[in-house]
């Protein structure tokens, strides 16, 4: 692709062409899914560190806070996302209600995420409970998935995280969770009543 080079003040020290930024934000707004590195620069067909450059400079501009949209790195691609902060007027237009779950489904797929991958037997064994409708319903909204059977009498499902999960949390991988004790230290941070 060709064009003026346009450097932004301010920005990454990158000089990239309005034509290859305009042409990311469209393939990224297009998308609507993450998009790696490597397809965007197959799609226009430019250098891979090209592409990186653009995605700085376009990362830096959806960083800026009047924007209503935010470049995200998440499940190992790129993705536009509405900021945060308009959820409520989205919804309010959409009529929708924002995707809540249950603290026995958070509690499941805590131990799947931590554990995958991870049978319904063990999940139940962690959590004291039977977790059979619990996890049907993390199944049926895309957040978890059959991964294989355990090599073991009975043969039993193993479940692991699915993309879904890490585009819900806004995460690039699982190796964004927090450690055991980030999430110790969280809790105790969220509840005064220990201090």
């Not at 998009?35 to 700085?56: H, M, N, Q, Y």
């Amino acid at each position: 692709m060709s064009g003026e080079v346009h450097a932004f003040p301010g920005a990454p020290e990158h000089e990239v062409s309005p034509e290859v930024l305009g042409a990311l934000e469209a393939l990224l707004f297009s998308a609507g899914l993450p998009v790696t590195l490597t397809e965007l620069s197959l799609a226009l067909d430019i250098d891979p560190e090209e592409t990186r450059r653009g995605i700085e400079v376009l990362a830096w501009q959806y960083g800026a806070p009047n924007r209503g949209m935010e470049l995200v790195h998440v499940d190992g691609g790129w993705q536009l996302r509405t900021q945060p902060r308009f959820a409520q007027v989205i919804l309010k237009l959409r009529g929708g209600k924002p995707l809540k779950l249950s603290r026995p489904a958070l509690e499941v797929l805590a131990v799947v995420a931590y554990r995958q991958p991870v049978t319904r037997h063990e999940i139940e064994g962690i959590r004291g409970v039977d977790s059979g409708g619990v996890l049907k319903g993390l199944l049926e909204r895309q957040l978890v998935r059959v991964s294989g059977r355990r090599e073991e009498p009975g043969r039993p499902l193993e479940y692991a995280t699915t993309p879904e999960f890490l585009r819900m949390f806004s995460m690039s991988g699982l190796g964004s969770l927090p450690t055991l004790k980030e999430r110790e230290e969280l809790l105790r941070d969220a509840d005064p009543a220990e201090e």
